[in-house]
Each structure stands twice: as structure tokens, then as C-alpha cells.
């Protein structure tokens, strides 16, 4: 256990007592804890396998190189279309994290075989974004916000173009690309 992490599984509310036994459950498989992205993190060496993290919902772990995992007992799940390696194991209580604890420890060790044979998620290739015409507009007209949108990483490029197609009316996406336009001026992401 690395002292570091303890707080995440301190604040936790809603789900402190499933994530505590996967926490247990993951440091039995010898893999380091760490923190990353604000998540206690459990590597091999330097490389990332598992991550545990919580939503409203559900809380998880989260296989970096998912893809890559045969999916025997099919629990692993695709968070969104647009998520090309990793994948979830979902739990909604605590009997469920202790009766599945056996299938959770063998995915775990084949994520670790995934990693030690050294083993790439090969990654779709990024079409090129289709901005809404309203972001378009502003992006011909203005070469500071341009210059400053595409200056930031791929990522960030990409979370702003989803966020704003996903408004259904022009006026949404309008307020959308407004509020966003200091963030981007900024050199910033959506979630910084």
C-alpha cells in the first residue's frame, strides 16, 4: 500500500467499502499503487494495468490495454464508442467485487501477461475533425482562436468537437463554443 493513495479511499462516500476490497484484491496481484490522474494506479515496472476509479453509478477497474484481453467471462465493458483501449469491470456492491474477486484477479494477471509480452493496442487512425458549422464560422474569422485551438494536443481537439456536435440546437452549441473560446484562448481542455 502506498500511503500517498490512502486519501482517495478515505473521501470516498458511496462506494469506500468496494473500493477498499478492490484495492485489496489488485495488491495481492504484486503490482506497485500509485497516483495517477487523481486514481490509485497499479503498474508493472513503469507500465500502467489497472486503475480503480468511481462514478455515481458504479465504481471500477479499469484495464488500460482492455482491448487486448480475451474477455472469457464478457464483464469487460467499452465505456464509450470513442474509447479505443481501455476497458471496465463494473460493480455496483460489495458481494458482487467478493464473489467475482477470482475472475477480477485472473483478468488482472492476463492484463499483466498482456503487458509482459509487450503487447500494442493498435489504435484507429484519427479522421480528421468535422466541426459544426457555428465553431467553423469562428475558426475561418478569428486566426487567434484558431491559432490557439490547434495548437492544442489532439485530445483536447477532439473533446471540444464532441461537446459541441453533441448540442442538438444552434443555440446550444453557440453558448457551448462561447464559454469554451477563454478555455481554448487559454491553451486549456475542457476538464483542466
Not at 69 to 76: A, I
Not at 81 to 93: E, H, K, M
Not at 113 to 140: C, D, H, M, R, Y
Not at 156 to 176: C, I, P, S
Amino acid at each position: 500500500m502506498n500511503p500517498k493513495v490512502d486519501f482517495y479511499f478515505n473521501k470516498s462516500k458511496k462506494w469506500q467499502l468496494e473500493i477498499a476490497q478492490l484495492r485489496q484484491i489488485v495488491l495481492k496481484c504484486d503490482l506497485i499503487e500509485e497516483l495517477k490522474w487523481g486514481c490509485p494506479c497499479y503498474l508493472l515496472q513503469k507500465a500502467n494495468i489497472v486503475l480503480i476509479h468511481e462514478f455515481k453509478e458504479y465504481c471500477a477497474l479499469l484495464f488500460f490495454k482492455g482491448a487486448l484481453l480475451k474477455n472469457h467471462h464478457g464483464l469487460l465493458i467499452q465505456q464509450t464508442d470513442n474509447v479505443q483501449s481501455a476497458r471496465q469491470l463494473r460493480f455496483t456492491n460489495l458481494l458482487q467485487i467478493i464473489e467475482q474477486e477470482n475472475i477480477i484477479k485472473e483478468t488482472i494477471f492476463e492484463a499483466i501477461g498482456v503487458e509482459q509480452a509487450g503487447l500494442k493496442v493498435n489504435f484507429k487512425k484519427s479522421t480528421e475533425l468535422i466541426f459544426p458549422p457555428e465553431f467553423e464560422n469562428i475558426l475561418s474569422h478569428n486566426p487567434d482562436i484558431r491559432d490557439a485551438f490547434y495548437a492544442l494536443t489532439p485530445g483536447r481537439q477532439k473533446a471540444y468537437n464532441l461537446y459541441f456536435l453533441a448540442a442538438k440546437q444552434v443555440k446550444t452549441r453557440e453558448a457551448r463554443i462561447e464559454k469554451s473560446i477563454p478555455l481554448i484562448l487559454a491553451g486549456k481542455g475542457l476538464d483542466d
